[in-house]
């Protein structure tokens, strides 16, 4: 199982930045949709997996909830998906090295926010709300724990925790680029996306599921979901597109 230096990592990361960029609408629509939808059925699991813990466990329940929502970002890099969190990484490496203009960045994440949500609700809305996965017993009170927690933060504390998870998802697509092996992808994408869940991180397509699947059960409204998704949408963009790509194109971009 190889993996490629740092620089090299780079290179075929700007390669998947102009390729995003330079998706058709309706691909970046469709994929984006799937995105969306991997990330909540991750976001289930990790729901179904955590709500049995009885409450003097739930922190050891989040734990193995943590260790299994890396599912949703895992089938979306093999299987095939665009999330908006990857792309908040990727697609500016090809902006810092002027392969693509700014506009195509603008619209990419605009056409990828919009299928990842699509996504995501249809998740929280057929298997949460009509299946009734998110609203029985123990998995709609540990829902409605997590989504009160969520909403709950002061815009300052959601933006900056949105970036510390941006920061770690944008490394875990970093690390997906960095082999060919699908084994070496699963455990380079595992270790940081387990580390945001479990830190209590926020990541705005897993709360475009969680806080809608609250509002499908009245335990929310949109209203709360608009407060918490700015912030952490804006927070995602800086720990991707800064932290990750932004920091890595001040060392790479010229490197021969």
């Known amino acids: 199982m190889g993996f490629m230096k740092p620089e090299q990592i780079w290179e075929r990361t700007v390669e998947a930045g102009v390729k995003k960029a330079q998706l058709r609408f309706r691909k970046q629509l469709l994929l984006g949709f799937l995105g969306g939808a991997y990330i909540a059925l991750g976001f289930l699991l990790y729901i179904r997996v955590s709500g049995v ?56 994440w605009a056409v990828i926010t ?20 998110t609203e029985q017993g123990v998995y709609l009170t540990k829902l409605v724990k997590i989504v009160h927690a969520k909403t709950a933060e002061p815009f300052s504390v959601a933006l900056l925790s949105g970036i510390g998870c941006n920061w770690l998802v ?3 697509v970093w ?58 949408y804006m927070g995602n963009v800086i720990g991707g597109a800064l932290f990750v790509s932004g920091i890595y194109a001040l060392v790479y971009r010229h490197a021969k």
Do not use: C
């Open 114 to 133: 919009v299928g990842n949500f699509l996504g995501a609700v249809f998740i929280a809305y057929v298997f949460g709300h009509l299946v009734g996965l």
């Open 170 to 172: 944008g490394l875990a």
């Open 175 to 232: 690390l997906a680029y960095s082999t060919d092996n699908d084994i070496g992808r699963i455990i380079g994408i595992w270790f940081p996306t387990m580390a945001f869940v479990a830190i209590g991180f926020q990541h705005v397509v897993a709360n475009m599921f969680v806080i809608p699947a609250a509002i499908f059960s009245n335990q929310a409204t949109w209203m709360d979901f608009l407060r918490n998704v700015v912030p952490v």
């Open 53 to 108: 813990f009885p409450a003097p466990w739930s922190d050891v329940g989040s734990i193995f909830g943590a260790a299994v929502f890396p599912l949703g970002l895992i089938l979306t890099i093999i299987a095939g998906g665009e999330l908006l969190t990857g792309n908040m990484m990727a697609v500016p490496t090809a902006f810092f090295t002027g392969k693509i203009k700014f506009h195509q960045l603008v619209n990419n």
